[in-house]
């Protein structure tokens, strides 16, 4: 701990809300050069990803006078003389906080190509640095630089006090990135799929899919459901089990609602679990068309009729009633339907029969 130092320690404790405040890994370089630089008095800070393999630096830099495009190709010519980024590639279990004078004497350090053509002529030859990462092939870590005194053994703890809580903040924030990328990727799948989906958060949408908003459209026109919106009064309560219910504890399958416009019909149900606070919820379009539509398909005026019934999930009781034929009658007409379509039984025509009109079935 920087121990002799109070000032310091409550300056640290001040910026930790923010160094830990949720960002993505691009952000969080200026993020970290800017709260350090507010902690200990300097020029510059610097946050630098120096990749061996490829001869190439890439990082931020606090100080507005500091011109990247010109120095970056001088810094990446005479990394290798870099006292402070050779040490902790040859030692990439050192997690000190160092100075340029822990490593290197000030007349082999004069001699350096980095010193000469970089830090003498920016007037900044003191230095300390810590490391995140370290290895033969990379070397990512923050350097803290200026020009009227070396740093000290204090300002070193300080530091070095900080890099846990840095190493820790820089891990969320990788892991942050991962995570929005990876569902960026699923709603992209989602999209490409054709599943119509919504999550929401109490009682506000937080995922809406592509076929989702286009069949909320088409349902309540005009309606534009996006991140943060509230959906109509219609589907803000769709029938489902508590998350607390046994029914949902066990996966069973919600009741849907069903929003009826003419002939068509949209069912929502919300799928059972939940993802932290989200649930999903599943929107289904049924229509089956009608009975001249299925003739299209090769079938007799009859056995349409039987078709469409069959698609609404009429039995064969029901069917022979509305219809009026006889149950063995509608058995027959349902024995050709399946010859006719190339399928086996019941559930099989009327999946075949959904597509074939552009429905959804009612799973």
Known sequence: MAEGNPEGLEAL?????????PV????????????IEKLIPCWNVGFNEVDFLRGQTTGVVSSANFDLDRWLPIFDAHVGDHPLI??????PEDTRVLRFCDVTT???FHRTGIY????????????????????PCRVIGVGVSRGERDFSEAECRLLAALRPHVLRAYQNAKALTRQRKILETCRHALDESNAALIAVENGRVTLVTARAQRLLSKYFPGLRVRAGATLPDELRRPSAPSPTDAAARSGAVATPTVVLRGAEELR?????????????????????????QLQ??????????????????KSNPEIALIARMSVRTVEKHLERIYVKLGVENRVAATLHLLRLVGGTPDR
């Open 13 to 21: 404790f001040a910026l930790l809300p923010e160094l830990y405040a």
């Open 24 to 35: 993505d890994a691009e952000q969080f370089p200026q993020r970290l050069v800017r709260l």
């Open 86 to 91: 050779r040490h902790y590639q040859q030692h």
């Open 106 to 108: 000030t007349a082999e």
């Open 116 to 135: 000469n053509e970089f830090f003498r002529p920016l007037g900044q030859p003191y230095q300390m640095g810590l490391t995140l990462r370290a290895g």
């Open 268 to 292: 929502v149900r919300q799928l059972p679990g939940r993802l932290g606070g989200e649930t999903l919820w599943c929107l289904e379009e049924k229509h089956p068309g009608s009975p001249q």
């Open 296 to 313: 299209s398909l090769g079938l007799t005026a009859r056995e349409a009729e039987v078709s469409f019934w069959l698609l609404y999930g």
